[in-house]
């Protein structure tokens, strides 16, 4: 199973991005999917997660600022990031679950079974 995720790039403050992250692989279907990141001399965050039901759960971060969707059909997330700012400068991690959990709202990052390689967003002032 193999998390390819895409979208980062530089962007100045108050821009926006939108990161896509595809799952392949040998999985018939993904539960969770959620993005995570990293800054550096950071530990790694939960941005936001999104059960194949619809639920979804945001940082409060990026409450008011980020929308997580997903297209179960070809097991794709994605994270749409508006108004940018330099403390958001990280490498973004796109994490998926296949198995059930009860609630994504107390989820750990170590309940993620299938890691991307992530990509990097840096947003300048």
């Known amino acids: 199973v193999q998390l390819q995720a895409s979208g980062g790039g530089v962007v100045q403050s108050g821009g926006s991005l939108r990161l896509s992250c595809a799952v392949s692989?040998?999985?018939?279907?993904?539960?969770?999917m959620g993005w995570y990141r990293q800054a550096p001399g950071k530990q790694r965050e939960l941005v936001a997660a999104?059960?194949?039901?619809?639920?979804?759960n945001y940082a409060d971060f990026v409450k008011g600022r980020s929308t997580i969707s997903r297209d179960n059909a070809k097991k794709t997330v994605y994270l749409q990031m508006n108004s940018l700012r330099p403390e958001d400068t990280a490498v973004y991690y796109c994490?998926?679950?296949?198995?059930?959990?009860?609630?994504?709202?107390?989820?750990?990052?170590?309940?993620?079974?299938?890691w991307g390689l992530g990509t990097l967003v840096t947003v300048s002032s």
């Open positions: 994490a998926a679950r296949a198995t059930r959990v009860i609630t994504i709202a107390r989820m750990t990052s170590r309940e993620y079974e299938y």
């Open positions: 692989g040998s999985i018939f279907s993904i539960n969770v």
């Open positions: 999104v059960a194949s039901a619809g639920s979804k």
